[in-house]
């Protein structure tokens, strides 16, 4: 039985005995993830929902059978971290309310929705926030970001959501790259579009890997009447499609401070924007600062629409783009350079933990997509054989004490240990056909 296949059953398994539970309405996928990784509890939620016995009705909630809107409410609010207070008594129902609307202990804008049916939130003083403004954002209407950078209460509680975050600053750091992605979400051009990539791509919108992502990685897909330009012409529209998007950002959260650490490249392939902000729960191990780097690459494969930050679907590069781009980062740096880059082990992580999804992809097309440029058979022989060396090891556990939300161990509610990512990155590279296994592997 393979890797993916025990994963897959003990998240049924976890899942199975979540729904046995008496009274229970609804399942959180937070409640499933410390039990199996995050893409076994996505397939076994995803069979669920097929087979009818659960409803997804937002985002991570899951209704069981036929729990109505104004049952899941109560159930999921304390265990996402907000408090229901008592309030006005029911205003009657529609379709829009679902029958209630709920007062809490501080603004919540998520949606939580069922078969029409849409649950309501207000804050302490009664003000109606949250979904009536998201569902105008989804419709092509306005959301406004907040102005202000994240309170001490506000991390905090953000900060509780992980289980085992490792610190403040690392919660804050989180909360500010999640409202670029809505600001980056917002941004409008009539000459190009936008698709996030890399490692965020993967924790934020295929929900692949459970790790922070601190730089956000975007590819600008320029249209076709911009790529037909002459190449002075075209570079000169990239680069100022480039400054729009950092005016952009800047002018939804003010508070943002742009520098002049980012860099452009002379034919605008990569514009690197940098943004500082000042910790209100300062870290010397957390840089406080954002980085963004616009990527201008003709697509190789196609972009998939996932649902964003804000609720409403976004371009994601697919899959086997962004394992093809870690490939090569590592083919390229790492045996040249042996550990002097040990953050390159988030490159390792990722491609083990995505595994299970590349080898149900079509295996020719997805080896035609990662052997190019400087990735071999033998650079990628090279990588297994360095990473084989115990020093990764160490290199994985301090990457992970950093970057993490949970431990890194053997058992439920943890990420995996090195010995458990090191043996599905070797068998994603045997499995793709890209290079046979050095014997100091095995």
């Given at each position: 039985m393979t890797v993916a296949g025990t994963a897959y059953e003990t998240a049924c398994k976890a899942l199975c005995r979540l729904l046995a539970e008496a009274g229970r309405k609804a399942v959180l996928r937070s409640e499933l993830t410390p039990h199996a990784p995050a893409h076994a509890c996505d397939r076994a939620l995803r069979h669920y929902c097929e087979t009818g016995r659960l409803t997804r009705?937002?985002?991570?909630?899951?209704g069981i059978g036929t729990a109505k809107v104004f049952e899941i409410v109560p159930e999921v609010m304390p265990k996402l971290g907000y408090r229901i207070l008592p309030g006005e008594p029911v205003r009657g129902y529609s379709q829009k309310s679902g029958g209630a609307v709920w007062r809490l202990d501080r603004p919540c804008r998520r949606v939580i929705r069922k078969r029409g049916v849409q649950a309501m939130f207000e804050?302490?003083?009664g003000r109606r926030v949250g979904n009536r403004r998201r569902q105008a954002a989804l419709q092509g209407g306005s959301m406004d970001l907040p102005k202000e950078p994240p309170g001490s209460g506000e991390i905090e509680a953000h900060f509780n959501t992980f289980e085992r975050?490792?610190?403040?600053?690392?919660?804050e750091k989180d909360l500010l790259v999640r409202r670029v992605l809505l600001a980056m979400e917002r941004f409008r051009s009539d000459r190009a579009r936008l698709a996030i990539e890399g490692g965020t791509a993967l924790v934020a919108y295929h929900r692949a890997t459970t790790r922070f992502s601190e730089d956000l990685d975007i590819r600008l897909i320029p249209d076709e009447w911009v790529r037909r330009l002459d190449t002075d012409e075209r570079i000169a529209v990239l680069k100022e499609i480039g400054q729009e998007f950092k005016a952009h950002v800047h002018a939804e959260m003010p508070f943002l401070e742009p520098t002049r650490k980012g860099r452009i490249r002379k034919d605008a392939v990569l514009q690197t924007f940098i943004y500082n902000y000042r910790s209100a729960v300062p870290d010397e191990n957390v840089v406080?600062?954002?980085k963004c780097e616009l990527v201008h690459i003709p697509l190789m494969m196609p972009s998939v629409s996932q649902v964003g930050v804000s609720?409403?679907?976004f371009d994601a590069i697919h899959p086997v783009e962004i394992a093809s781009g870690k490939w090569q980062a590592l083919a390229t740096r790492l045996p040249r350079n042996a550990d002097s880059y040990p953050d390159l082990v988030r490159h390792v992580h990722d491609l083990a933990a995505i595994r299970?999804?590349?080898i149900l992809l079509d295996p020719d097309t997805a080896r035609r997509t990662m052997l190019r440029d400087e990735t071999t058979h033998a650079s990628v022989a090279a990588v297994l054989e360095e990473v084989a060396r115990p020093v990764w090891r160490a290199h994985y556990e301090r990457y992970m004490e950093r970057m993490g939300v949970l431990p890194v161990s053997d058992w439920p509610n943890s990420h995996p240990s090195w010995h458990i990512v090191?043996?599905?990155f070797t068998a994603l590279a045997r499995e793709l056909g890209l290079s046979p296994v050095p014997a100091s592997v095995t």
């Open positions: 009705v937002g985002r991570g909630i899951y804050t302490p003083d975050c490792h610190s403040l600053a690392r919660a406080a600062g954002i609720g409403s679907e299970p999804s590349l090191l043996a599905n």
